[in-house]
């Protein structure tokens, strides 16, 4: 999408006013979090302690997620084998 030349001045010297106010209030709101020993992790402002908590969660609930789909593996696995077993004993004439 194509803006007119009158437009892209306008949002070139929007953005060259904004930024600057950006980078300052990112940069103070930065240094005020590191005082507090804050860290930025997915979106929000933790400690380390809560980091490592939300990390080790996250490696349990990974297990669990592994584990799961093992098990409906399996199971699908062995109910093929079954009904294969079941048509193979009565029902294909011969076998």
Request: zero cysteines; a positive charge.
């Amino acid at each position: 999408m194509r803006f007119s030349k009158k437009k892209q001045d306008a949002i070139e010297s929007y953005r060259q006013k904004i930024t600057p106010v950006l980078e300052e209030t990112l940069e103070r709101k930065l240094e005020e979090m590191k005082r507090e020993d804050k860290f930025p992790y997915n979106g929000e402002w933790l400690t380390i302690e809560e980091i490592r908590e939300k990390q080790a969660l996250a490696r349990k609930l990974d297990r669990a997620l592994v584990v799961d789909l093992m098990l409906l593996y399996l199971t699908i696995a062995f109910s093929f084998l079954g009904l294969f077993w079941i048509l193979k004993n009565f029902f294909l004439p011969g076998t």
